[in-house]
């Protein structure tokens, strides 16, 4: 979150900032709320200094045995007023913190202004997007011709938006998140496995709540959330705790499920692996020092890069506008793949430099030289496996329906190079 100080004597840069994001941010609010928490501590320090004051009046009239009745009187009245005071207290700053986590993080400058994602700034492509001598055909349909992707059969057990994935597709789907840990491992990432379920914290830690609570599975009768992305697991193992600066940076790397309700995005992507209520990703998370936060956010999407490189999969890179970028993110970089069937770039890893906003919410400091400052976080997705998949399936494609698998994950499929009803 936005340091509160920050935002009270900087009001009109934040409102300016939030005028750049998609939604409306009620910045007034803090400053309302903040006011009256300021009101009710001068009254209540006032009351109480008043308080001893006649307190030891009353001392000195029992001591002279006179009577001290009115003043003992008066001071219940105060003490009955301070009672009020301190209770309205703990409500306005319940409400206070609630509106701050509320304000999402001011975009870098050098973030391109707009309202969506028309205004997002193409930095490169890598890679010539595939020409076929025949019609492609779209990752669902080969799914379903290899009997790889079976969504019917999922949607029975389950429903909508869910995908079982049988032979060599669960192979596949396995094969390439192997190769992303390990290619991220040899890149000095520490790997993690973390649990599926987090608490409410630790989604407020990380920005999902309170503005995201409707995309989130919340796990009835319980404080627990299915993780939406591995960052929120991952990201919170250093809640609360000030690490020494001389071993930053820390670089972390998470394979995990991902649960989504996708609320408010009914119709798209309906068909496929873009757009699932349960998918799998790998995940990047690094905490450093300040200074350092941009120079690791050219190297944490180069990371992500890679896989795509290693996999021959083109792609571009895209820095997203003010009115496109996540609620917590300073600055993203959008790593986008080609999709043949789609005949379009197609999102497929997200890589963003948080700066201080989710160590403040998690109180995530480091220690340099005896003083302490919150660290910078940052993430991203290194890849979406299911995406990933896709991306295989459609660009690797042959005339007569089989898929080639790229080179790099031959060695994780057991040898094997070719997706078919043959084999």
Not at 207 to 235: C, H, I, R, S
Not at 336 to 361: G, L, T
Not at 417 to 423: E, F, H, M, W, Y
Request: a neutral charge; glycine letters at 6%; charged letters at 25%.
């Amino acid at each position: 979150m936005l340091d509160l100080k920050f935002i009270t004597e900087n009001a009109d840069l934040v409102k300016k900032a939030m005028a750049t994001r998609s939604g409306t941010y009620d910045v007034d609010k803090v400053l309302t709320l903040n006011a009256r928490r300021k009101e009710i501590l001068g009254e209540v320090e006032k009351m109480k200094a008043e308080r001893n004051r006649v307190s030891d009046e009353i001392a000195v009239l029992r001591k002279n045995k006179q009577s001290a009745d009115d003043k003992i009187a008066a001071m219940k009245a105060d003490n009955e007023r301070i009672k009020q005071l301190d209770e309205e207290l703990s409500v306005v700053e319940a409400d206070l913190r609630l509106a701050q986590m509320s304000i999402p993080n001011i975009p870098h400058k050098s973030v391109p202004v707009g309202p969506d994602d028309t205004a997002n700034m193409e930095v490169r492509r890598v890679g010539e997007p595939a020409k076929f001598d025949f019609t492609p055909q779209a990752h669902w349909d080969i799914g379903a011709k290899q009997g790889i992707l079976d969504p019917v059969t999922a949607a029975k057990i389950t429903g909508a938006r869910f995908t079982i994935y049988r032979g060599l597709g669960a192979r596949l789907e396995r094969a390439i998140g192997n190769f992303m840990l390990d290619t991220h491992i040899e890149s000095g990432y520490t790997e993690v496995f973390p649990p599926f379920m987090v608490n409410r914290d630790s989604m407020y830690g990380t920005g999902q709540l309170p503005k995201f609570e409707e995309d989130a599975f919340a796990v009835k009768n319980t404080n627990y959330f299915l993780v939406p992305t591995a960052e929120v697991p991952v990201t919170n193992m250093h809640r609360g705790e000030v690490l020494d600066a001389k071993t930053l940076p820390y670089y972390y790397c998470a394979y995990t499920a991902c649960f989504r309700a996708e609320a408010g995005s009914a119709g798209r992507d309906t068909r496929g692996l873009i757009r699932q209520h349960q998918f799998n990703k790998v995940e990047l998370v690094k905490f450093c020092l300040p200074e350092h936060s941009y120079d690791e956010l050219e190297n944490l999407t180069n990371e992500a890069e890679l896989i795509l490189k290693k996999l021959g999969l083109p792609y571009r890179v895209v820095c997203l506008s003010t009115g496109d970028m996540g609620f917590s993110s300073a600055k993203t970089y959008d790593l986008e793949v080609w999709m043949p069937s789609y005949n379009r770039y197609v999102e497929i890893s997200s890589c963003s430099n948080f700066e201080d906003y989710q160590a403040r919410r998690m109180n995530i400091k480091y220690k340099k030289d005896g003083k302490t400052g919150f660290v910078h976080t940052l993430n991203g997705s290194g890849l979406a496996v299911g995406r990933t998949t896709a991306a295989i399936l459609e660009n690797y494609q042959n005339a007569d329906g089989s898929v080639t698998v790229p080179d790099a994950l031959v060695p994780y499929m057991g040898g094997i190079r070719k997706i078919s009803l043959d084999k």
